[in-house]
C-alpha cells in the first residue's frame, strides 16, 4: 500500500452527469486520483463504469458535472487533447490497430513525442515487461490471442509516458494465466509510478491492488475508501467477492 494523502490530485471528477439518449447513466459523480495512486472502480455490469470513463476521455459529452485534469478544465477536449495532456486510456475491447504489427502499434502510440531516441528505449521497456510481445514484434496485432492484444494495448498507451493510465476492464475475456500477468503488470506499472485509474469487474483483484476503491452502483457511487477496508466491508464481500 502506498500513501499518497499529501500528493497533488492529478484528475477530479466532480458531479458528473452523462445521458444516452434521453436516459441518465451517470448520475453525479465525483472521484479523484491523486499523482502516484492505483485507484479502482468497481461495480457490476451497467453501473455506469465504462460510461464515467467514456466521459473522462472526450468520448462522451457531459450534462451536468466538471472534470479536471492536473486542475485544468478538461470538457469539451477529445481523446487526442487528452493524450497530449499527459492521459491515455486502454479501452474495454483492447482497440489495437490488426492491420499494423505489434512493432507498428508500439510507434502509434508516441506519435506525438519527437524525442527519436526515448521512444526506441521506451520500446525496448515495453518489451522487458512483456517478452511475448517481442518475440512477436513483426507479427500482424490482429492475429494475436485476446491477452496478446491486451498486452500491446497497455504497451501502446505507456508510449504515450501518460501522467494517468485509464484501464478499462483489462481482464476481460481473458484466461485465469493471463489474468495473473495482467494484474501483476498493472501492479508494476503503478509501481514504477504511473498513477493508474482501473475499472474492473473483478473485485476481488482489483481491490488486492489498488490504494483506494470506488464502488460504482446504477450511476452512482456507493462506497468509498482504503482498498483494503473495502475488501472486508461485509456489503462489498457479498455483492462483489460472491460471499
Keep these: 500500500m502506498r500513501a499518497h494523502d499529501s500528493a497533488p490530485v492529478l484528475l477530479s471528477v466532480r458531479q458528473a452527469?452523462?445521458?444516452?439518449?434521453?436516459?441518465?447513466?451517470?448520475k453525479g459523480?465525483?472521484?479523484?486520483?491523486?499523482?502516484?495512486?492505483?485507484?479502482?472502480l468497481?461495480?457490476?455490469?451497467g453501473a455506469g463504469k465504462t460510461t464515467t470513463m467514456k466521459a473522462i476521455t472526450g468520448l462522451l459529452p457531459l450534462v451536468g458535472g466538471q472534470i479536471e485534469l492536473m486542475g485544468r478544465d478538461i470538457r469539451g477536449l477529445g481523446?487526442?487533447?487528452?493524450?497530449?495532456?499527459?492521459?491515455?486510456?486502454?479501452?474495454?475491447g483492447r482497440g489495437v490497430f490488426t492491420r499494423m504489427t505489434i512493432f507498428e502499434n508500439l510507434q502509434m502510440g508516441a506519435y506525438l513525442r519527437r524525442d527519436?531516441?526515448?521512444v526506441t528505449d521506451d520500446i525496448e521497456r515495453v518489451f522487458t515487461t512483456f517478452p511475448r510481445l517481442k518475440e512477436r514484434r513483426d507479427q500482424l496485432a490482429g492475429t494475436l490471442s485476446g491477452g496478446e492484444q491486451q498486452m500491446l494495448a497497455m504497451g501502446r498507451a505507456l508510449m504515450s509516458r501518460p501522467h494517468i493510465?485509464?484501464?478499462?476492464?483489462?481482464?476481460?475475456?481473458?484466461?485465469?494465466?493471463m489474468v495473473d500477468k495482467i494484474f501483476e503488470v498493472v501492479n508494476e506499472v503503478s509501481a514504477?509510478?504511473?498513477?493508474?485509474?482501473?475499472?474492473?469487474?473483478?473485485?476481488?483483484?482489483?481491490?488486492h491492488i489498488a490504494d483506494r476503491a470506488y464502488v460504482m452502483e446504477s450511476g452512482?457511487?456507493?462506497l468509498s475508501g482504503a482498498a483494503s477496508d473495502l475488501l472486508h466491508d461485509p456489503k462489498v464481500r457479498e455483492a462483489y467477492l460472491g460471499e
Design 17 to 26: 452527469e452523462v445521458a444516452y439518449g434521453g436516459i441518465q447513466a451517470v
Design 29 to 40: 459523480v465525483s472521484l479523484e486520483v491523486r499523482a502516484g495512486e492505483l485507484v479502482s
Design 42 to 45: 468497481i461495480g457490476s455490469n
Design 79 to 92: 481523446p487526442w487533447d487528452l493524450v497530449q495532456q499527459g492521459l491515455a486510456m486502454v479501452p474495454e
Design 116 to 118: 527519436a531516441a526515448a
Design 165 to 177: 493510465l485509464l484501464l478499462d476492464e483489462p481482464s476481460m475475456g481473458l484466461s485465469p494465466l
Design 192 to 207: 514504477q509510478g504511473v498513477t493508474v485509474l482501473l475499472v474492473e469487474q473483478n473485485a476481488s483483484r482489483a481491490l
Design 220 to 222: 452512482l457511487i456507493t
